[in-house]
């Protein structure tokens, strides 16, 4: 029987910058496998913080394995479940 691979979500955001302490929002996602049941949260222009609470539930299952901020107002994260 094989193994199953881990699902993986890429996630890039953005805030705005004319707007000091506005919320994150997402440029970009990408799934590798199934992010069900967070897969409606992951729009272009949705809040990360939605996305990332879908996400992070206990019983969804996703850890955030790496994050980096690319400039004071955007960065990415990358999110694993096995």
Known sequence: MATRQPDLVLISWSRNPLVPGSAR???SARVIG???PC???LKHNALLRTALACLLDNDVGFKIVFRKKTSAISGYLLLQRH
Do not use: E, F, G, V
């Open 39 to 41: 897969k409606s949260d």
């Open 25 to 27: 929002r997402i440029l």
């Open 34 to 36: 199934n992010a069900q």
